[in-house]
């Protein structure tokens, strides 16, 4: 026993080893990990409970005290960048409604017939695909809805990333800031009842690909900044970051830019095992924006992501909300 104790508390270390890493470098192999810092706490516990019941030692002990604390560490993490109270009581409609989804590059065409079906009923104001080649024969369907797009031809040579709207665009543009990929970060500015809102649609290398995943978010942040400097207004972001908000170079992208998250963030992948997933598909808000409610599509429609739907408050600053 004291052997096979050995063997399953050598596991458990060198998993908190690896999560442990972003608390003594900044180097990019860590950020592979953040992402599943609270799963993966989870699992070095019971790893080292198991070795401590094969063998009660104080290493065992120890090991199980560590992944408890960076497993606590992780859940306090994720409430760092989080809306405050008070909020505007629930009664309240929305002003704004976004859709944000990653399809899935190579989806089937029925499928995208069922994911164009979709959007059209969604009753959202504003949609944000990423991956959106399956939508390629139903683009003038969809436009019938959504009249005003980026993407698929609009702006673009390629069908990847698309931003559509019900509302025509007091500006647009469409970057890129992967040097993989082209075209995977779109904006522009929509008015809604005289206030004009942003709106950034992003798609993100996943972050184990060297420091592209942060070189990324820093070319995102200065394109926001640029283009808040020419269409002043609040922002919506939303899109598949291939990370959660604990993976250290996001949480320093939404301190910089005072980007907000949900009380809950709803898990979007794996799509087979949503209850113990992660949330990497995000929509974030700044300024007067406040999150009414943020929920995970019902249905992913053959796509390795779960969509997420928002509805939206614009605050009004001259009014005292009461406290939730």
């Known amino acids: 026993m004291?052997?096979?104790?050995?063997?399953?508390?050598?596991?458990?270390?060198?998993?908190?080893?690896?999560?442990?890493?972003?608390?003594?470098?900044?180097?990019?192999?860590?950020?592979?990990?953040g992402s599943l810092q609270i799963q993966g706490a989870a699992i070095a516990a019971g790893l080292s409970a198991l070795a401590w019941l094969l063998h009660?030692?104080?290493?065992?002990?120890?090991?199980?005290?560590?992944?408890?604390?960076?497993?606590?560490?992780g859940y306090v993490m994720l409430g760092d960048h989080r809306q405050p109270p008070p909020m505007p009581p629930q009664s309240w409609p929305a002003d704004i409604r976004v859709v944000s989804f990653n399809v899935l590059g190579d989806n089937s065409f029925d499928n995208g017939g069922r994911i164009a079906d979709a959007m059209i009923a969604s009753g959202a104001d504003v949609?944000?695909?990423?991956?959106?080649?399956?939508?390629?024969?139903?683009?003038d369907r969809?436009?019938?809805?959504?009249?005003?797009?980026?993407?698929?031809?609009?702006?673009?040579?390629?069908?990847?990333?698309?931003?559509?709207s019900k509302r025509p665009f007091l500006a647009g543009e469409v970057k890129t800031a992967s040097p993989l990929y082209r075209d995977r970060l779109m904006l522009a500015a929509i008015d809604f009842g005289g206030r004009r809102v942003n709106f950034a649609n992003v798609h993100l290398t996943k972050p184990y690909f060297d420091n592209i995943h942060a070189v990324e978010l820093k070319r995102v942040r200065e394109a926001m900044e640029t283009f808040a400097g020419r269409n002043e207004g609040p922002f919506v972001l939303a899109g598949d970051f291939n990370a959660?908000?604990?993976?250290?170079?996001?949480?320093?992208?939404?301190?910089?830019?005072?980007?907000?998250?949900?009380?809950?963030e709803p898990e979007t992948w794996p799509v087979d095992a949503p209850a113990i997933g992660m949330a990497i598909d995000h929509i974030?808000?700044?300024?007067?924006?406040?999150?009414?409610?943020?929920?995970?599509?019902?249905?992913?429609?053959?796509?390795?992501?779960?969509?997420?739907a928002a509805e939206i408050w614009y605050e009004d600053p001259t009014i005292t909300y009461p406290p939730r």
């Open 244 to 264: 959660s908000i604990l993976t250290p170079d996001v949480r320093r992208f939404l301190t910089e830019t005072k980007l907000m998250t949900a009380r809950r």
């Open 56 to 73: 009660r030692n104080a290493v065992a002990s120890l090991l199980v005290i560590a992944s408890l604390g960076i497993g606590g560490h």
């Open 284 to 308: 974030l808000l700044a300024g007067p924006l406040r999150f009414k409610s943020l929920s995970r599509l019902p249905e992913n429609h053959g796509s390795n992501h779960f969509g997420l």
């Open 142 to 164: 969809i436009g019938q809805a959504y009249p005003y797009r980026l993407g698929c031809g609009a702006g673009t040579i390629t069908c990847d990333q698309s931003l559509w």
């Open 2 to 33: 004291k052997n096979l104790s050995i063997i399953v508390g050598t596991c458990a270390f060198l998993l908190i080893l690896a999560l442990a890493g972003r608390y003594v470098s900044a180097h990019w192999i860590f950020y592979t990990f």
């Open 127 to 139: 949609i944000m695909i990423q991956e959106s080649a399956p939508l390629g024969p139903h683009i």
